[in-house]
């Protein structure tokens, strides 16, 4: 099995995002800095913004205070009444100092995703800034005026907005090889949320300080700081359930039951093939819970099965485990398509839902790879190819063989 080649689109990426700020500083160290107090505020509010970046929590916009102060200056036409000599350059200079100001503690924590957030920011901006203000200079926004004005900028930042969402979803597709279809689905369902609080302040904001001036900035920022609260607290709470859940399937390798790892291998493996067959966010979910708790029902065995290997027992048996490992998740609280997983791993595959189909498939490989040596991988693979005809959905089969491939996965053995 081969790795998966260095992601040339995400070095594209990321070098068109070093060539615009280096021409900008450039830019902007040759000209002087304008405006001085305004760049100061903006990057003041920026700098915040990144410095409370969530670091845990899986959202599309980890900075929205961030996002907002960055698209919200890009969009900065006049403070007060009296027009702003600042450029697309300057821009782009004074975000890219804060957000690379706020970056520095979780780049010293090793927060993975910098790197790409960075890239981002300064693309998304020197965007927005390209197309506003050459159309203000020109008098293009005074001649509407009014509620055409807020419209029209909230029409920039929404194409902002469309853009960034594909550009996050191209950098995951090459970092991950995840098929672009369904990660650019989730970036828009995302869109919905966060996305369109981001473009709202970022707009009310430029619009605010155009009338009234800076002092602007603290008021409007607040709705978005209690919005990133409250997301944070979910954040929080999903991670608290998903620990609970992580816990309580641990319990047959407590018992004895299951090699220590098996159902954390089994999820982490199941949601890569989840993603390679193109299953949503909500989707993926239930299959990770599903593939932690796969093995539960061995608690009502007397005597357990050697080494935890239920994919070699009589088909009966499996559906019996099953049927028990789904009432014990249904008592859980858990979501019931969690349990109607469970209940329906050991199916014939064809009866199965998708999900069902890769806990089946994954746990077969697994256990087969555990058990079958050095070459292990490669011979599980294979009996689940050969055995594509009666148990195991060929598709999940040949995604799977897709992740090993492209990831070099062949799942640590247990110890």
Known sequence: MSCR?????????????????????????????????????????????????????????????????????????ADAGEPTQHGVPQVVTVVLAAALLGAVPHIARGQRGTLDHLARR??????????????????????????????LLLALLSLTALCDTVLAAALAHSRTRWPFGPLLRDELRALLGIGSAVCATGAVMALAVAVVGLWALPVFSLPLLLTQMSFRRYAAVRGTYRQTIASLARATEVAGYTPAGHARRVAALGQAVGRDLGLTEPELTVLEYAALMHDIGQLSLVDPVPAGATAGLPAQEQRRIALLGGAVVRQTGVNPQVAMVVERQADPWREQPVAARVVRAVNAYEEKARDAGPGGPLTALEELRLATAEEYAPEVVEALARVLSRDCLTLPMAG
């Open 122 to 151: 300064v693309l998304t901006v020197g965007f927005t800034a390209v197309c506003f203000h050459p159309l203000y200079s020109q008098g293009m926004f005074s001649r509407w005026g009014g509620p055409a004005y807020a419209l």
């Open 5 to 77: 080649r260095p992601p040339f689109l995400l070095a594209l990426v990321h070098t068109a995002a070093v060539l615009l700020a280096a021409l900008s500083l450039a830019v902007t160290l040759w000209t002087g800095l304008d405006d001085r107090g305004i760049a100061l505020a903006f990057g003041v509010l920026v700098t915040v913004g990144e410095l409370s970046r969530w670091t845990g929590a899986q959202v599309r916009e980890a900075a929205p205070l961030g996002a907002a102060g960055a698209l919200s200056y890009a969009l900065l036409g």
